[in-house]
C-alpha cells in the first residue's frame, strides 16, 4: 500500500466541491433572508434512487412557498449559473417539491426560483421555471 500524497502549505487545502456548493447555499439562503423570505428545509431529499433534492425551501411574506436551486459558476462562460439548470434537473426538483407538498395539509402557492451566485455577484431569479418544466 503507498502513501497517499499530501500537499503542504498555502496551497494544500482547496476546497471540496461540497464546501463549493455549501459556501454559494450560504450565500443564497442570507440573501434570500436579507429579502423577508423564511427557511423551511434545506437540502430536501427524496426517499428512494432517482428522486430528486431542493437545495432552499422558503416562505415568501405573502406565504408562497419557495422552491430554490442554487447554482455556482466561476464565470458567465456556457450561459452562467442560471443556464445549467437543465430541464432534466428542473423535473427532479418538480418531484421533489411535490414530495414536500404532500406533507402539508393544505398547498399554498409555490414557485420555483434560481439562485446564480458567479464572479459578479448573487443573481435572484423568482420564477425562474415552472412545474410544467420548459
Not at 436551486?69 to 430541464?87: D, F, I, P, Q, Y
Not at 402557492?109 to 464572479?119: E, G, I, L
Request: charge should be positive; hydrophobic fraction near 40%.
Amino acid at each position: 500500500m503507498g502513501i497517499p500524497f499530501v500537499k503542504t502549505g498555502a496551497a494544500a487545502q482547496s476546497p471540496t466541491t461540497k464546501q463549493v456548493g455549501d459556501q454559494a447555499e450560504d450565500l443564497a439562503l442570507a440573501h434570500l433572508q436579507h429579502a423577508g423570505l423564511r427557511l423551511l428545509a434545506r437540502n430536501y431529499r427524496t426517499p428512494g434512487r432517482g428522486g430528486g433534492e431542493i437545495d432552499l425551501i422558503m416562505r415568501a411574506p405573502d406565504g408562497t412557498c419557495v422552491f430554490v436551486e442554487v447554482r455556482r459558476r466561476a464565470s458567465n462562460s456556457h450561459g452562467g449559473a442560471a443556464a445549467s439548470v437543465s430541464w432534466t434537473k428542473q423535473k427532479r426538483i418538480v418531484f421533489a417539491a411535490r414530495h414536500f407538498l404532500l406533507r402539508l395539509g393544505t398547498q399554498p402557492p409555490c414557485r420555483f426560483d434560481v439562485v446564480a451566485v458567479q464572479a459578479g455577484g448573487i443573481e435572484w431569479l423568482p420564477g425562474a421555471f415552472d412545474a410544467g418544466g420548459r
